[in-house]
Nanobody, 124 residues
Framework: QVHLVESGGGLVQAGGSLRLSCAAS????????MGWFRQAPGKEREFVGI???????GYADSVKARFTISRDNAKNTVYLQMNSLKPEDTAVYYC??????????????????WGQGTQVTVSS
């Protein structure tokens, strides 16, 4: 059982930056691919990006060139650096872990474990 805890959310003005962290416990962190998702009010949860256990990285088009995912296996932590934030980035951000993304990296069902989420609010 893997336990994930996100942190680093908050209120920021448009154009600003935030760095989210997701600390994992209870499993072999290096064996998991780690995804980031977000859910805005009234919308479905959507894929933001992923860093595989191989360190391959993928992003949603909406965040590409603005967001950067990294991981530190020694600290069992994955990060989401968010720059040039826009009001439309406002959402609850979740990290998720999976040992296999055979169902597709953007699919919620591909991920075995989820954090509780952290709120990011971008004001205009």
């Amino acid at each position: 059982q893997v336990h994930l805890v996100e942190s680093g959310g908050g209120l920021v003005q448009a154009g600003g930056s935030l760095r989210l962290s997701c600390a994992a416990s209870g499993g072999t962190f290096s064996s998991y691919s780690m995804g980031w998702f977000r859910q805005a009010p009234g919308k479905e949860r959507e894929f933001v990006g992923i860093i595989a256990r191989s360190y391959n990285i993928g992003y949603a088009d909406s965040v590409k060139a603005r967001f950067t995912i990294s991981r530190d296996n020694a600290k069992n932590t994955v990060y989401l650096q968010m720059n040039s934030l826009k009001p439309e980035d406002t959402a609850v951000y979740y990290c998720a872990a999976t040992r296999s993304v055979g169902g597709g990296i953007t699919k919620l069902d591909s991920y075995e474990y989820w954090g509780q989420g952290t709120q990011v609010t971008v004001s205009s």
